[in-house]
């Protein structure tokens, strides 16, 4: 069983590039989603997974997740998934011990920027690059599960 803790934050300006060391584009779907849990298919560069997370708290979830064949991860997405696709690039930026995922929205969701970084307890102290701006872990919308039924685009 696995843990993950993650913080959530928007990202202030474009100043994070300078740190990423590498990019890989994702296009993921979800097959369930319930309140507590979700089990999605997602693809990145040349490989594929089955996740399953589940949890009541914002920041710790349990997740679970499978490596499946490229081909199957492709029709899943094209013929099984009926809700609408996540598109994004995801950006590795390492930064004083931790590696920052920056996430640029594509699609529906285009505009929107997000830097999540994992951690090994909910008070584990992190240093907070400049780019980073407001934390978005507690809020809901930004969760990949809600921007599905709700994109960014749509905001008000």
Same mark, same amino acid.
């Given at each position: 069983m696995a843990t993950e803790i993650e913080r959530k934050f928007l990202v202030l300006n474009d100043d994070w590039r300078r740190d990423v060391s590498s990019e890989t584009r994702y296009r993921q779907g979800y097959l369930s989603i319930r309140e507590t849990a979700s089990v999605r298919v997602r693809r990145g560069g *040349? +490989?594929? #997974? =089955?996740?399953? &997370?589940?949890? &009541?708290?914002? /920041? +710790? +979830? %349990?997740? #679970?997740?499978?490596?499946?064949?490229?081909? $199957?991860?492709?029709?899943? %997405? $094209?013929?099984?998934? *009926? =809700?609408?696709?996540?598109? &994004?690039? +995801?950006? %590795?930026?390492? /930064?004083?011990?931790?590696?920052?995922?920056? $996430?640029? #929205?594509?699609?529906?969701?285009?505009?929107?920027?997000?830097?999540?970084?994992? /951690?090994?307890?909910? *008070?584990?102290v992190f240093e907070r690059p400049a780019w980073l701006g407001e934390e978005v872990s507690q809020d809901p919308r930004y969760l990949n599960i809600n921007l599905v039924h709700k994109p960014y685009r749509d905001w008000s």
């Open positions: *040349d +490989r594929a #997974f =089955l996740s399953i &997370k589940s949890g &009541k708290s914002a /920041l +710790r +979830r %349990l997740e #679970f997740e499978y490596e499946i064949p490229l081909v $199957d991860a492709e029709q899943i %997405l $094209d013929e099984v998934i *009926d =809700l609408p696709v996540i598109d &994004k690039t +995801r950006y %590795l930026a390492p /930064l004083g011990g931790h590696v920052w995922e920056v $996430d640029v #929205f594509a699609g529906a969701n285009e505009g929107l920027v997000v830097a999540e970084v994992e /951690l090994g307890s909910e *008070d584990e």
